[in-house]
Antibody, heavy 121, light 107 residues
Framework: QVQLKESGPGLVQPSETLSLTCTVS????????VNWVRQPPGKGLEWMGT???????DYNSALKSRLSISRDTSKSQVFLKMNSLQTEDTAIYLC???????????????WGQGASVTVSS | DVVLTQSPATLSVTPGERISLSCRAS??????LHWYQQKPNESPRLLIK???QSISGIPSRFSGSGSGTDFTLSINGVELEDLSIYYC?????????FGSGTKLEIK
């Protein structure tokens, strides 16, 4: 059974760095990519970036200067780090599996429950 | 960036109705257009991939059509459990983008 679960601090101070972990099960990170998507309260979805099955990454240019996505395949974990947080970064942060060779590329076929992050002093 | 425009923003429906939701792209995305359903306080769920391909476990009342810049998600016989926000997403070019969503409400 494919599962993804986000974890991290619920509260971050302005100007500090956000660190989130997506722990996956039921599939291998060397076979599937993982996307990070965020959703501000009451708003829509924003793609942040993808780490592909080969370990390469793509980022939303609007966030690229602040964002880093990495992984530890042995632990089935994907990491998001974003610096210089501001109040507008308050959102639910979701990880989603990239469809890969089973569902097809560039589609998000399984999602985590999301991690709520509030940026506030 | 490809802009996806969804309409209407909100749709009030009666159970049993057949409805259509629209997603228009600012440039061609071929058939790299996917639909997701997000119920209140839940994560999105993939409904339709590549414009018209069905997903295992999704009720057959959901279907998709279109290519290029114009896409439609249809629900043939809306049920109460379909009350959600529906998002389209393009995977044709980076950055991946989502539409702003259509919220389905019951009349």
């Amino acid at each position: 059974q494919v599962q993804l679960k986000e974890s991290g601090p619920g509260l971050v101070q302005p100007s500090e760095t956000l660190s989130l972990t997506c722990t996956v099960s039921g599939f291998s990170l060397t076979s599937y990519g993982v996307n990070w998507v965020r959703q501000p309260p009451g708003k829509g979805l924003e793609w942040m970036g993808t780490i592909w099955n080969d370990g390469s990454t793509d980022y939303n240019s609007a966030l690229k200067s602040r964002l880093s996505i990495s992984r530890d395949t042995s632990k089935s974990q994907v990491f998001l780090k974003m610096n210089s947080l501001q109040t507008e970064d308050t959102a639910i942060y979701l990880c989603a599996r990239e469809g890969g060779h089973t569902m097809g590329p560039y589609v998000m076929d399984a999602w985590g429950q999301g991690a709520s992050v509030t940026v506030s002093s | 960036d490809v802009v996806l425009t969804q309409s209407p923003a909100t749709l009030s429906v009666t159970p049993g109705e057949r409805i259509s939701l629209s997603c228009r792209a600012s440039e061609s995305v071929d058939t790299y257009l996917h639909w997701y359903q997000q119920k209140p306080n839940e994560s999105p769920r993939l409904l339709i991939k590549y414009a018209s391909q069905s997903i295992s476990g999704i009720p057959s009342r959901f279907s998709g059509s279109g290519s290029g810049t114009d896409f439609t998600l249809s629900i043939n016989g809306v049920e109460l459990e379909d009350l959600s926000i529906y998002y389209c997403q393009q995977g044709n070019s980076l950055p991946f983008t989502f539409g702003s969503g259509t919220k389905l409400e019951i009349k």
